[in-house]
């Protein structure tokens, strides 16, 4: 048995963790564009990157320590996401975190993320000379988790104590961002997380992949993911308590908390919305029907306009490619049946239950395929009329 | 050697067609919501349908013909899809039909066809009422095309004359209806292409496969497809005339002009774009490079705005799925070339150039993979502001 429960500051709650942010001057009016995590002992390290091919210069400098590696820092910049950057992407890196070990020889094995414009060279002069500003005793969760903000509309950070049966505590927090655009395709979502939970090295990645996989995997668009995508997770073990069951569980509430943040952070989204998908076939069918839902813009639209069109619906499943019969399929606005096995229930009363539910903030449409066992929750955001105006604009 | 020339009449051009467009009161105003076509002699038909699992009543009635089978009517209704509405469905097509032949018993093998509305039966009653006002002997092309629109803000329709060497001629026109909403997703293609052409049975399928490879399929979603997509061919070989090069060639010269056509119907949309791949691995993977350019939403904001973004098409490419590398990739707007194999080419001067290619109404973006020799052009529109209210607001 185990309980959590929220706490402040974010990714700089576990202990032996401190963070900041400052400006190297590359957003306007001295917003903070630079974000560091400093740990005063060496943390074990796990990552999950992008699919993209065009993996940022970042990634790639992360990619060529020796693994496995330990760190005690991330310096995190925006305004510049350091991709497409060839050669020359990579040596800015290199010269960036020669100067910060200069400032600060504690510093070992660095790691840099980056999130902004695509196919620009690093302003690394700008970003040299704000180094100075780093004091790794600061504990300022805020200045940091705006500082790696990009079109987000608010900063993302969360962070919980957990208290185990023996009495023992650990903490894990995080910061992220990235703001569901369309979808939060190619708005890249970078999300930091830092605990102090003894967690042995072998469990990290495990369990990194399992809470993803119904958190920013269920908001993700599979093929359309940005050069930058990154989840790090830093553990230093300070507090020398540990569950496996329950450290799974925190990081899953957190990312979960934190990924429909993402979604609520839509240009012009007005609902959150989750798709279940439940009888099908596969696991792999299950996501991808879910995905199509979440995805599609015709339904995206009817939800914006309140629209019960579950026609919109059983054609995006029709069309996603999963095995499926008009005759087995079920469809529900929250509670409420529309559709079932062929026959059609929507008469006036019915769809008037049907746009009720549309009109709350926040609800659960139910397809089920009727055909298997298995089943996946994505989660989608309807789609306004603000989205247009700020992708056209947006030079990233 | 053969010649080709567009004509009049679209869909009744050719020899021993005839067609209408007649209201029967499913359109405000009395605007004409269904259209016939009919031939004099009986044709070899063909047909290519949506991948949708759920493929709509009309297009399971054609599958209930023993194959091959010959036709000489084509009835079509708009405002309702027909679709997802079981054995009545059927049913219903079965009635209209029959009433059909019975004020015309010259009638053979009718097929019917249906765009609008998904999930809701057929205003039976109100279609067998128009079918008074058919008369085998009209040709009114435009009515026709009008008749079958539902989103479209303009008909489209085409026709050649085709000359063969040995002065021998034959006939190929076409109606259609579909809008690129943000694509041509689940908004009904629908095109029905007539002929006097004396072409083998055997030839029909292969040839209209082909032709839409490069065409409609060139413009559409794989993996959103209504319910009831249909491209349907007919041919009463009147002419006595073919020649299978001439034929292709027409026959996509046809079904090219009328995609692009849905393209520019597409809401709000400013711009036609073609998006080449070139130099990918394999045919396959040039497809899907292609068609994630043209459907991603974050390059077509870019281009809706003007904005030589090369660095969200590398991206785009990226996150495709299809092998690549950022040393070997180029990417050309028009023929101003932006990155290459590493190197960024976007100073001021090449930007001022790039940026005047995206003001044009119509232009390519090609991007060279570098690693094989397979290319595919995908074609595609801008996104503006119209098309979410147009969205919201339409019940389909």
């Known amino acids: 048995m185990f309980s959590l429960f929220p706490i ?17 001057g590359l957003k306007q009016d001295s917003m903070p564009d630079i974000a560091f995590i400093y740990s005063d002992i060496p943390c074990e390290v796990e990552a999950l990157f992008t699919q993209n091919k065009f993996q940022a210069a970042p990634i790639l400098h992360y990619k060529n320590y020796n693994t496995p590696f330990k760190t005690n820092f991330v310096l995190i910049n925006s305004k510049n996401a350091n991709a497409l950057t060839g050669i020359q992407g990579l040596k800015n890196i290199e010269e960036i975190l020669q100067e910060l070990q200069k400032l600060h020889p504690q510093i070992h094995n660095p790691i840099m993320s980056s999130t902004g414009v695509i196919g620009v060279q690093l302003p690394k002069e700008k970003i040299i000379q704000s180094l100075q500003k780093i004091h790794l005793r600061h504990k300022n969760n805020k200045q940091a988790s705006l500082a790696i903000m990009t079109t987000d509309k608010f900063n993302k950070t969360l962070a919980f104590e957990v208290l185990l049966k023996d009495k023992s505590r650990f903490r894990i927090g995080a910061i992220c961002k990235g703001a569901g655009m369309i979808n ?21 990645k495990p369990l990194l992949e399992e809470a993803s996989k119904t958190t920013f995997n269920a908001i993700s668009v599979d093929g359309d993911t940005s050069t930058n995508d990154t989840i790090l997770l830093l553990s230093n073990g300070k507090s020398k308590a540990y569950n496996k069951e329950a450290f799974l569980f925190a990081l899953t509430q957190l990312m979960q908390h934190l990924a429909l943040e993402i979604l609520r952070d839509g240009e012009g989204s007005t609902k959150l ?44 499943i029709g069309a996603s490619g999963i095995e499926c019969d008009p005759n087995t399929l079920e469809i529900y606005f929250g509670e409420v049946c529309v559709y079932a096995k062929g026959q059609i229930f929507f008469d006036d009363d019915n769809e008037k239950k049907a746009a009720k539910i549309l009109q709350q903030d926040s609800y659960k449409i139910t397809c089920n395929i009727g055909l298997g066992k298995e089943s996946f929750i994505a989660y989608g955001c309807d789609l306004g009329y603000e989205y247009v105006k700020i992708n056209a604009d947006y030079r990233s």
Chains 1, 2 share one sequence.
């Open 8 to 24: 402040d500051n974010g990714v700089c709650a576990s202990e032996g963790f401190f963070c900041d942010g400052i400006s190297a």
């Open 184 to 204: 939060p395709s190619l708005a890249t979502m970078l999300c930091f997380i830092t605990t102090d939970a003894a967690i042995p090295k072998e469990d990290m």
């Open 273 to 316: 919305v989750a798709f279940e998908v439940k009888g099908a076939k596969s696991k792999k069918e299950a996501i991808k029907a879910a995905k199509a839902l979440s995805q599609s813009l015709l339904v995206k639209t009817a939800l914006f306009g309140c629209d019960p069109n579950w026609g919109r619906i059983a054609s995006t």
